[in-house]
């Protein structure tokens, strides 16, 4: 065994070593890790029996997968899913996870869904995964809207990342329409830009046959229910992506934490 010698006593060097070495430093999670955690957190909200409004994306993606895995471990049951895209409706048929509608279920127990962005007030931004106009269907007729993100999503204000708002609107005259949204923000700097699908550069297309024209903003757009009203006002318009006053609970998970904030 090797000794070391400090003053009069014997020490072994091995252990002195361990003692005196700095720890590892700890791992940083990536923002994937930080989605699933927040997912977790938000499934704890799940009780047997309820009828779930499944999100879209790939936050909402974990939380689908554990309640599939808690179904199959028989921890939950008698669970009705009503999905917000073609995307999740596949996901959950595939992890048996039974599935409805809104014209038979016109009231949910709870929905949980991620969000592009998250203000001070717990207003959001979705539907840059261009679920926008089903997940504001269903997630705004849940007596409960658990929303699960990860910190980089946290912003001062909606538009605030300077990603896209979206807005989903009718192929007819695209462009006509694109020009009415830009005009309306003018002041805000607003560029608007068609959603185009990155494998063949052709228009994306939602569930529902429509295009999106992603909006960015230079600065705040101030009231968001003025805002919102404005665009739903315009023809060819079907809905925006702006969901205000709507989330009752939000998660958030990050390096120091997950932390969880309710509405008041």
Known sequence: MALAYLGSKKVDAAALMASTSPSPPQRILTQDELKKIAAYKAVEFVESGMVLGLGTGSTAKHAIDRIGELLRQGKLSNIIGIPTSTQTHNQASSLGIPLSDL?????????????????????????????????????????????????????DYVGGSGLAMPVEIVPFC?????????????????????????????????????????????????????????????????????????????????ELGVRVRNKC
């Open 103 to 155: 014209d038979t279920h016109p009231v949910l127990d709870l929905a949980i869904d991620g969000a592009d962005e998250v203000d001070p007030d717990m207003n959001l931004v979705k539907g840059r995964g261009g679920s926008l106009l089903r997940e504001k269907m269903i997630e705004g007729c849940c007596k409960k809207f658990v929303v699960i993100v990860d910190e980089s999503k946290l912003v």
């Open 174 to 254: 695209w462009k006509f329409t694109a020009q009415k949204l830009q005009s309306l923000f003018e002041e805000a700097g607003c560029v608007a830009k068609l959603r185009v699908s990155p494998e063949n550069g052709k228009p994306y297309v939602t569930d529902n046959g429509n295009f999106i024209i992603d909006l960015y903003f230079k600065k705040d757009i101030g009231d968001l229910k003025a805002a919102g009203d404005a665009i739903l006002r315009l023809a060819g318009v079907v809905e925006h992506g702006m969901f205000i006053d709507m989330a009752t609970t939000l998660i958030v998970a990050g």
